[in-house]
């Protein structure tokens, strides 16, 4: 079974930085992208960023200006640098590791989470 490690969250006063990481172990399989996703309490759970396998990047618009994502996709590894932060970052942090398979004719994500890191800004 993949399992998603993720690390570096933590309480952070607005406008510092954190660094999250985020490994996958257990598949033999690759990937066709890794990234971040994130959720606050009551609220729906929003892409961060990702990177795929090919080095194409896709960031939110809230956060493209004040994060950054690298890693090797092919070694199952992807960290998101957090600057500039703000309370409205506030919220649990979620790696996502995806794989397409080829079902009923046609390519269908298929995705593995990671347990969760918490991300709390302060003013």
């Known amino acids: 079974q993949v399992q998603l490690v993720e690390s570096g969250g933590g309480l952070v006063q607005a406008g510092g930085s954190l660094r999250l990481s985020c490994t996958a172990s257990g598949s033999s399989f690759s990937f066709a992208s890794m990234g971040w996703y994130r959720q606050a309490p009551g609220k729906q759970r929003e892409l961060v960023a990702t990177?795929?396998?090919?080095?194409?990047?896709d960031y939110a618009d809230s956060v493209k200006e004040r994060f950054t994502i690298s890693g090797d996709i092919a070694k199952k590894m992807v960290v998101l640098q957090m600057n500039s932060l703000k309370p409205e970052d506030t919220a649990a942090y979620y790696c996502?590791?995806?794989?397409?398979?080829?079902?009923?004719?046609?390519?269908?994500?298929?995705?593995?989470w990671g347990q969760g890191t918490q991300v709390t800004v302060s003013s």
């Open positions: 990177m795929s396998s090919s080095n194409i990047i």
């Open positions: 996502n590791a995806r794989r397409v398979v080829l079902t009923n004719g046609r390519f269908r994500p298929v995705d593995y």
